[in-house]
Structure formats: C-alpha cells, structure tokens
C-alpha cells in the first residue's frame, strides 16, 4: 500500500504561483510513475503532468511551459510547481501513484483557486 498527502494548495491571483507537494509513505519502492490531475467543479478529473521513476515527463498542452513536475530521488514525494495562473487552473488537484504491478493510489486532493 502507499498513502499519499497532498499540501501546497490556496488563492492565489492570476499571474502568481504555487507549489503543490505530494508525500508518498508505504510501500514506495514500488512506486514507477506518479502524477498530478485535477477536477474542477462539474468536470471530468483531468490529467495535469506525469513523471516516470526514471525521470521521463508529460503534460497536458494547457500548462506546458508553465508547470514543472518533479520527484524526489527517494520517490517519497512529487512536487508540482505552478507558474503564471490562469483563473481556469482552478481546481482540485489530486496526487497519484503507480505501482510496478499497476495498482493506482490517490492522494485526498488540495483546492487550488486563481482569482482574476
């Protein structure tokens, strides 16, 4: 098992930043991949930005060149850093992990809001 706890999240004015932080505990030795998704009121969740345990990244086109993912090296912990918010950012953003044999963890969620 692994459990996930999200933090970072809060209000923050278009244009500004934040940086959401996801600890992984349990089982993290079997943890290949971990990512960001959010779900915004009356939407389908969404995935943000994906990394693999050996570095390899993706992103959803909205937020290339505006967000980084990142993992600690000990895979105890994946860091979103979110630059020039948009309003339509707003959400709240799920931490997930992913097993060597697929199982799929998720975090409990952190609200982020961009006021215009």
């Known amino acids: 098992q692994v459990q996930l706890v999200e933090s970072g999240g809060g209000l923050v004015q278009a244009g500004g930043s934040l940086r959401l932080s996801c600890a992984a505990s349990?089982?993290?030795?079997?943890?290949?991949?971990m990512g960001w998704y959010r779900q915004a009121p009356g939407n389908q969740r969404e995935q943000v930005a994906t990394i693999t345990s050996d570095g390899n990244t993706n992103y959803v086109d909205g937020v290339k060149g505006r967000f980084t993912i990142s993992m600690a090296n000990a895979k105890n912990a994946v860091y979103l850093q979110m630059n020039s918010l948009k309003p339509e950012d707003t959400a709240i953003y799920y931490c997930?992990?992913?097993?060597?044999?697929?199982?799929?963890?998720w975090g409990q969620g952190t609200q982020v809001t961009v006021s215009s």
């Open positions: 997930k992990a992913r097993s060597l044999w697929n199982n799929e963890y």
């Open positions: 349990g089982s993290i030795f079997r943890i290949i991949a």
